[in-house]
């Protein structure tokens, strides 16, 4: 079935330092790519996405790429700061649904 | 929180009592969800509503039902609970469009335990 990979399961960066979480996805129609940020206890809420007639996005300190052609894409948080220590899930749509990764656990190191 | 409650927020039954999830909402927004989460598999669709009484499955419905006879309401039911369904259940609402399309807002969940 249709799929999206999420790498790696756990990312440790030094405060300051920039993070990268890399996802790819299997159907080539998928055309909606959002990404979710879920605090220990917390429901997941979504930071940024990105639709496929577009090859990157920006908010702040967070971009997202877009790769049709590889299909993959990937999330980069800059100047990395305490509290994004979270889970992050990304996720590929499908038929109006979504499918998601298994999701990356990224740790801030004081 | 975008209107949007789950009840209760944590529960423990027996294997093979029935189990029903409340998710409730307070915008009548048309689209529903509900979705399983387990260490390792990120987030997981069970069943999903267009409207009242219009419900189709996800990909792991298999033990799950569903009902929505109104806007506001969408029950999950676990007819006859097992340990496998021990997880944690978030219902979520997309306000503007399809969760194919547009962002999700979810609940803040259900931790359920079956031993």
């Known amino acids: 079935g249709e799929n999206v990979e999420q790498h790696p399961s756990t990312l440790s960066v030094q405060e300051g330092d920039s993070a990268v979480i890399k996802c790819t996805y299997s159907?080539?129609?998928?055309?909606?790519f959002p990404w979710y940020k879920q605090e220990l206890g917390k429901r997941p809420q979504l930071i940024i996405d990105i639709r496929s007639n577009v090859g990157e996005k920006k908010d702040q300190r967070i971009a997202v790429t877009l790769n049709k052609t590889a299909k993959h894409f990937s999330l980069h948080i800059t100047e990395t700061q305490p509290e994004d220590s979270a889970v992050y899930f990304c996720?590929?749509?499908?038929?109006?649904?979504?499918?998601w990764g298994a999701g990356t656990k990224l740790i801030i190191k004081p | 929180d975008a209107g949007i409650t789950q009840s209760p927020r944590h529960k423990v039954t027996e294997t093979g009592t029935p189990v029903t999830l409340r998710c409730h909402q307070t915008e009548n927004h048309r689209y529903m969800y509900w979705y399983r989460q387990d260490p390792g598999h990120g987030l997981r669709l069970i069943h999903y509503?267009?409207?009242?009484?219009?419900?189709d499955k996800g990909e792991v419905s298999d033990g799950y039902s569903v009902s929505r006879s109104k806007t506001e309401d969408f029950l999950l039911t676990l007819e006859s609970a097992t340990s496998s369904q021990t997880s944690v259940y978030f219902c979520a609402i997309s306000p503007l469009g399809r969760l194919g399309e547009a962002e999700a807002f979810f609940g803040q969940g259900t931790r359920l335990t079956v031993v």
């Open positions: 159907d080539s129609a998928s055309n909606y």
């Open positions: 509503s267009y409207g009242v009484k219009d419900t």
């Open positions: 996720a590929a749509s499908i038929d109006y649904q979504l499918i």
